[in-house]
């Protein structure tokens, strides 16, 4: 599977099982393949200074982030 694929249904089939204090859509996660493609999700409910950035076989995430000019 592609890693944008991957995230799309690990995130679907989360059950969730702490909605009300530590939701699916305020987490973090990301995945690399074997061919250096990468795909992260920052769910919509993270922190206001919460991203990603992406390379060929990297990955970083933050959700506690200090600003933009960290992503």
Not at 13 to 39: L, Y
Not at 54 to 59: A, R, V
Request: glycine share 10%; with cysteine; hydrophobic share 30%.
């Amino acid at each position: 599977m592609a890693p944008k694929d991957i995230i799309k249904t690990d995130w679907e089939s989360d059950p969730d099982p702490r909605p009300q204090d530590w939701t699916k859509e305020g987490r973090q996660f990301a995945v690399i393949n074997m061919k250096g493609e990468v795909a992260a999700y920052t769910g919509p409910k993270a922190t206001t200074w919460a991203g990603d950035k992406q390379g060929k076989f990297c990955t970083a995430q933050g959700n506690i982030l200090a600003g933009p000019r960290c992503c």
